[in-house]
């Protein structure tokens, strides 16, 4: 029914040469508030898929909040323009560059002036990345499946939960890169993780702590989360909720990481990682969109 008849119109905007994205603007609303989303880890796009995973998360979110009379803004990462134009430089990549980005793309809405309020929407490490970038800049933030601890923390316990075997080298590697050095990888069965080329990436994000940037925020915030999410627990939206006492906070019941709602085991919910035709969940989308509005 939405696809056809939609309430919103979609244009192609780029707030800069790296970061195109689409507007879905209300049809009939004047000055409606404005939803920022920003997209997970890795090569994600502005609809929340990467190669081969195809689940149209953020866009069918989008869509739902567009119908509504919100207006949003999805933009791709900026490592999908420098990856399709060979200027990719990964040991150069930042964690900054992306707080950077989503503030440009704050910016150059609020110089539109034509936005009744401008809300920060962040899935998973872009949870992060907006709680950085909305500090004193958006009327609002959303924490979509976002870590409560820094990064090194999360992805210990990920790896430890298939390979307990690992947790000497792992803390040993994470402990070098928090003192803001490299090192020569050794065990190659780490090269996804810990490969030379990241490592400077990894020192500048785990410089950041979810709990203590989500407590400086004196704006609404709103922390949602599902109880299927294989990769960012509920445990982790506890600690930010405690971190930032005054938040609204859902948990969705059988909600994944791709904010589907998820009945079965655990391949049925990687499976839906590459469903487009499984909808996001609707008592997830309703919160958004109440959120938003009462602001």
């Avoid at 859902?250 to 909600?255: G, P, Q, T």
Wanted: charged share 20%; proline share 5%.
């Amino acid at each position: 029914m939405l696809a056809q008849n939609p309430k919103f119109k979609t244009d192609e905007v780029s707030v800069n040469d790296l970061l195109p994205g689409t507007l879905y603007t209300p049809l009939n609303v004047k000055k409606p508030p404005l939803l920022i989303l920003l997209s997970g880890s890795g090569p994600t796009d502005r609809n929340g898929n990467q190669a081969g995973m195809t689940n149209n998360s953020l866009k069918l979110l989008a869509e739902s909040a567009a119908n509504s009379g919100i207006a949003v803004y999805s933009y791709d990462k900026r490592i999908l323009a420098q990856m399709k134009n060979g200027t990719i430089d990964e040991k150069s990549l930042s964690f900054n560059d992306f707080i950077n980005d989503a503030r440009q793309a704050i910016a150059f809405f609020k110089a539109k002036k034509s936005y009744s309020r401008i809300v920060i929407g962040g899935h998973s490490e872009g949870s992060l990345i907006g709680m950085v970038a909305t500090n004193g800049n958006a009327d609002g933030f959303i924490s979509i499946s976002g870590a409560g601890r820094p990064i090194d923390k999360v992805v210990t316990d990920q790896v430890l939960q298939q390979a307990p075997m690992l947790k000497e080298e792992l803390e040993k590697d994470f402990a070098i890169l928090r003192k803001g050095e490299t090192f020569t990888l050794q065990d190659q069965t780490l090269a996804v993780l810990f490969r030379e080329s990241v490592q400077p990436y990894l020192i500048s994000w785990m410089k950041y702590d979810p709990a203590a940037e989500i407590a400086r925020l004196k704006i609404p915030v709103l922390i949602v989360n599902g109880t299927k999410d294989l990769q960012v627990p509920v445990s982790e939206a506890e600690l930010l909720k405690a971190a930032k006492p005054d938040a609204r906070y859902e948990i969705i019941e059988n909600m994944n990481h791709v904010l589907k709602i998820i009945g079965g085991d655990r391949q049925e919910n990687m499976a839906s990682y590459n469903n487009v035709d499984l909808p996001v969940s609707a008592t997830f989308t309703a919160s958004v969109i109440s959120f938003i509005k009462s602001i």
